[in-house]
């Protein structure tokens, strides 16, 4: 099966940043928000992007918000012959876009469909083969002192708690002047990886390739 990763973290604390080591012929990044790279990303490219003589460049950046081209996303991971990981950036982006396109809409079966959306693209990607991983960087939130996934509100959490279905959550902080991701926090906090994983450690250096070396070396098959 395949591998989802939650990365959590506010604006700034560096989930985009921790990128800068992956090589480009070896990720796919998915943004949900156009923006530029927080670091000198040569060799990144934004692909389809219209090119003077009128061709379509080829790169690894995709730029989407639709649920439905998320999933499609995740699916066709398999076509690719060199990348098995695959990283959706602002992913509650995903479900805020989709909460303000349908806005007027009355009725509370509209969270319950965006729950299911939310659902659908997470198991997406624990139905990949083995070796693919997925990381999911969101925005953080507290809810009733706990610090969680950004959402749409109540409505939502109501139907959907994201890091359920996750076991590795880690939230991006900065601490002393440094970026860095903790791995576990307190009772009030949803950062947790299998002990194995990180041994002895509660936060490590904000680097995702890293993590993803240590994540594959630690993947066993059952």
Known sequence: MG???LILGDSGAGKSYSLRNFKPDEVILLQC????????ATGWHLHGKLLPDGTKQRGNVLRMDDWEQVQDTINRMV???TRQVLIIDDFQTVMQHENMMRAYQTGYGKFTEMADHIWRIITAATQLPDGYRVYFLAHTEEVEGKVRMKTTGKMLNEKLTPEGYFSIVLRAIKKDGKHVFLIKGDDNDTAKAPPDLFPGMTEIDNDLKAVDVAITEFMTEL
């Open 33 to 40: 928000i156009p923006k530029i790279l927080p670091f000198r």
């Open 3 to 5: 591998t989802p990763v």
């Open 79 to 81: 076509l690719s012959k």
